[in-house]
């Protein structure tokens, strides 16, 4: 599935697509192990890891069979988003604070 989209940063990272009225965001609450996933308005799950590859502008993840058919069946996104050299940096922080001590984020 690919998304052209708004986003949307704080603890989280939001993206959603106007045009197809679906989103995905990724959050970690700081005190905790897991990193909620979240699909398709409120369709979530939390997973101790997940492959996700930041390249210029586009977010690639990786859920593998098991965690789609726990959210909507779709095994990996490729998110499109346009942002200034700004917002990205905002964004591979972001994603740093969410994989902190852990495995299988990739940035290019």
Same mark, same amino acid.
């Given at each position: 599935?690919?998304?052209?989209?708004?986003?949307?940063?704080?603890?989280? /990272?939001?993206?959603?697509?106007?045009?197809?009225?679906?989103?995905?965001?990724?959050?970690? !609450?700081? !005190?905790?192990?897991? /990193?909620?996933?979240?699909?398709?308005?409120?369709? !979530?799950?939390?997973?101790?890891? /997940?492959?996700?590859?930041?390249?210029?502008?586009?977010?690639?993840?990786?859920?593998?069979?098991?965690?789609?058919?726990?959210?909507?069946?779709?095994?990996?996104?490729?998110?499109?988003?346009?942002?200034?050299?700004?917002?990205?940096?905002? /964004?591979?922080?972001?994603?740093?604070?969410?994989?902190?001590?852990?495995?299988?984020?990739?940035?290019?």
């Amino acid at each position: 599935m690919s998304m052209s989209n708004d986003i949307e940063v704080d603890d989280s /990272i939001y993206f959603y697509d106007e045009a197809q009225d679906y989103c995905f965001s990724l959050w970690r !609450n700081r !005190n905790e192990d897991t /990193i909620e996933v979240m699909v398709s308005d409120q369709i !979530n799950e939390n997973v101790f890891d /997940i492959d996700v590859t930041l390249s210029k502008n586009i977010l690639s993840v990786y859920l593998g069979r098991d965690l789609a058919s726990k959210l909507d069946d779709i095994e990996s996104y490729s998110i499109e988003f346009e942002e200034s050299e700004e917002q990205r940096a905002q /964004i591979v922080k972001i994603l740093q604070n969410i994989f902190k001590d852990k495995k299988g984020l990739v940035l290019r």
